[in-house]
């Protein structure tokens, strides 16, 4: 507490402190980058001159339009140059930015809608039904419709709302952008994903978002002018917060309506992406790519991969064309990755299994966070031997504020000075953290655990399955039992019961899979799959 | 202003809102990096377990010796790794660093000792004597004085005073580092060089501190695990901020007493140094080292030069070596470099000379910085054009809190939202800051302003010149006139009148030296010339 005996005349002023906020970074790369590649989409390309000039324009159409200060602007638009745009002109007037995943049903988006108060909705027009449909559900005051037309994409405007396009046009060039008073302001409200129950509105803070920027930087291996590849849609944690990364390096954002194996093949030989982020269904996508989807190219793409450990063969193919996999962790209310599987360069002599092996650990705090770290239900570290389980806890400044008008919620979920992830895991001795299995996703089988990820380990590593998830299917004699369902390759198979043999193989009896079930996953926006869907199912068998 | 319209609940809390202070950085990489060499000194290498360790015991043992929260420590050590440690020792304690220049006068330093009132004092067996006559000259209470000994390097301990490994000792390998509860919190008190009057106390805050690392990252073009040679002193801007930086990448400190070519181009050669910041005069030690002393390397040393424009001749030598080097400028008042010379690749096809001339700008404001510009005497900005002059101003959470005991000064200097650099300077038309001058270096000679600068860099380019500083000349017919310090490099010379006459076929009358004298100059421990003792004897030629 380093509070010497005369302060007198040491306090803050405008000179000497300065809100934290992304904002400033494109304030900044206007100024420093003016010519770089800022956005890039089909024949959209603007420089960081143009983005600044274009954010600005929204920004003051906004106002124009009676958006105020802490007035909520809700999107519904894929990763395009509107959408990032909205990162910015959004808080830029002030306004706090709610990406709704445009996957959604009409009810949830409605029910977004009302519970976050939107008062302007910006809408892709090939989503524009749903969000006509979600507003016209809503009682009250009802927000105003936007549409984002894409006729480059064959989604030109209906002609039934104003269009985005024109909105820049209403407003100024020389508007004078609203920075935050106070770093602690809302930035953007999230809502999660509701596996269970409705989705609950989660509150950044543009501290959080700025120090999210300058630690991802450094675990990327970032240097200036890197290009990055928007596959993580912007409505999940705001991509991970990386569209207000990319101007404090000069970076480019190529944007991309559809995100298939030829499109993300095609960006990394065409625009020389040189990072992106995705789920492990996106790296199975690589991994999987036909033959005539796939392009060569000279340099090392960066990624990031998150939202459940990607399985080690995975991992050992994708490595060898030409993709360096670093695996992240965080939620919704960590504003994405706050971990990584951090490298050490005295792994490369091992052998690639065992590199994929440790390649899958969630790894260790990222260079923003104060702590991240395995406790018990007391609150206390649990051994760092690679079996005992705790719960990860998480504490440090990309934490959210809370749960937008639900206090209860966040003081439950914020409580003993950590955030509680609700995801179970285990330390290894060098710290690296491992996750277990999410609370929910833990069978239980004869009083015995049964981590699902293990198992779907196991499977993945059959060279005929594509994708894997294992589920608790109840069962009179052991309470649950793990049940399989499985995707396939195209033009390869296997039978049930050779797949049991396989799985039993590496497993334990009691966590061999009882029953396997042979169709496609279903799986939210992110890529995530669709457990709860699974399990709902499983009961019915 | 984004407050929402419900913020129940969204309040700060320990998870989600951490004091941001470069002492976090340690406490990562002790758990992430703990094998990783950290400093390395002779037969000193320390991973960061150990480095983290002896931190911890210094600030275990500094408490016991009665230091409190806000107490000063004032530290007198070379670059070694004690200096290194006190860095986060000191503050781990809830105190204040306070490093002094080991090359000052006893006045000075016990004017320092008296004025930050400083209860312990660190200081090298080189330095030791200094530190008693200082500690004897005071008043009242004295600090404790601990001696760093360095047996490696000759300077055995006197034993007259506790010694600094046994101290370490004293402290406990558990204690539990004081983190400040506020960022507002005082981090560290630098004393300015003083060219005039007594040394102003600049104050750090932790936040400041915290920014300046991550942001010199991105601008440095760093990645995991660089070597850092430590050749800026740590008593000048804690050299600026490095040692607090390169725990966040896993990074050595490499340490060295004293500076030479030999010494630099065998740290490069045989520790790998990748990275190191010097003043222009590193720069000529470097281009103009003996044969004999130059080594080869394969990798390419980033540099950063700063405290004055190093001369356009200087920079195209010494890429072709090896060297990429970038401008950056700051002063102790914002923590070191705050601008950087950010180079466009548009501009590698210029040629050589051209480009040195850009690469001695000044530039744009680094990544952390909130906006440093040029502005006239109304604070309104001035022209881009490369010609009107103004003051460089600069807002940013790297800005001291103030000087200490100085409200009167610190109100001065920190009105108008900016801090007030006293440099004068244009900006070009893509933004880029050029220093013309320190304002108290312009020479006004029959009512023209000559920039110092631009008349040292006509001199320097001429092959016989080492290293030249002019100043004015009081003049009874004009004023001032410019009167040039000049010294020659080995074994090649240059008269008087040939020096004038190569001045003149590239400058206006007016701004040709009148007078040239060849000597040595007198130069600040970290290079920088003296020139108020030149313009001091200038006015008695």
């Not at 603007?46 to 200060?69: E, F, K, P, W």
């Not at 939107?118 to 524009?128: C, H, K, Y």
């Amino acid at each position: 507490m380093g509070w010497m005996k005369d302060e007198t005349g040491l306090e803050k002023c405008a000179a000497n402190h300065v809100p934290l906020t992304p904002l400033s970074h494109l304030q900044r790369a206007a100024k420093v980058f003016p010519d770089k590649l800022a956005v890039s989409y089909g024949n959209h390309r603007t420089n960081y001159r143009d983005y600044h000039d274009r954010v600005t324009r929204l920004a003051s159409a906004l106002t124009q339009r009676g958006i105020r200060s802490g007035d909520v602007v809700a999107t519904m638009i894929p990763n395009l140059p509107a959408q990032a745009e909205a990162h910015f002109g959004v808080p830029a007037c002030g306004a706090v930015l709610n990406t709704i995943n445009t996957r959604l049903d009409v009810g949830t988006v409605s029910y977004i809608l009302d519970h976050g108060g939107a008062r302007l909705v910006l809408a892709d027009t090939q989503f524009i039904e749903l969000a006509e449909a979600a507003i016209a559900a809503l009682d009250g005051e009802k927000p105003q419709l936007i549409e984002v037309a894409d006729p480059q994409a064959g989604y030109p405007a209906t002609g039934r709302h104003p269009e985005y396009e024109d909105l820049l046009q209403e407003g100024h060039a020389d508007f004078r952008w609203m920075m935050p008073k106070d770093e602690w302001e809302s930035l953007a409200l999230n809502y999660t994903s509701g596996t269970t129950g409705r989705p609950k509105g989660v509150v950044y803070h543009h501290r959080g978002a700025y120090l999210m920027t300058l630690g991802t930087v450094i675990s990327w291996r970032m240097v200036l002018n890197p290009v990055f590849l928007a596959i993580v849609p912007l409505f999940h944690c705001n991509g991970w917060n990386h569209t207000w990364m990319m101007p404090v390096l000069g970076g480019t954002v190529v944007c991309c309506r559809d995100i298939s194996a030829k499109a993300i093949y095609d960006a990394i030989a065409d625009k020389g992406v040189t990072h992106f982020g995705g789920a492990p269904i996106v790296l199975n996508l690589i991994v999987n790519a036909k033959a005539e989807d796939r392009r060569t190219f000279d340099h090392q793409v960066e990624v990031f991969t998150a939202g459940a450990p990607p399985a080690p063969a995975t991992l050992a193919s994708i490595e060898t064309l030409g993709f360096n996999v670093t695996q992240v962790y965080g939620l919704t209310e960590t504003y994405g990755h706050i971990t990584e599987c951090l490298w050490d360069e005295t792994w490369d002599a091992l052998p690639q299994a065992e590199k994929a092996i440790i390649k899958a650990h969630q790894g260790v705090a990222m260079p923003m966070m104060e702590d991240v770290t395995v406790l018990d239900e007391n609150m206390q570290q649990v051994p760092m031997d690679g079996t005992t389980q705790g719960e990860i806890m998480i504490r440090g400044n990309p934490v959210m504020k809370g749960y937008f008008k639900n206090p209860k919620a966040t003081l439950k979920e914020l409580s003993g000075d950590y955030f509680h992830s609700g995801d179970l895991a285990v330390q290894h001795p060098n710290g690296y953290i491992q996750i277990a299995d999410r609370a929910k996703d833990i069978i239980i089988s004869g009083g015995e655990n049964i981590s699902s990820v293990e198992v779907e380990g196991v499977l993945m590593a059959h060279p005929a399955v594509s994708l894997c998830a294992v589920v608790a299917k109840p069962d009179d004699k052991w309470g649950e039992v793990p049940c399989a369902f499985v995707e396939l390759k195209d033009d390869v198979t296997v039978t049930h019961d050779a797949l049991i043999a396989h799985a039993r193989s590496s497993l334990a009896g009691f966590k061999t899979p009882k029953t396997i079930i042979f169709q496609e996953l279903p799986k939210t926006a992110t890529g995530k799959i669709q457990k709860f869907e699974l399990r709902t199912f499983a009961k019915t068998l």
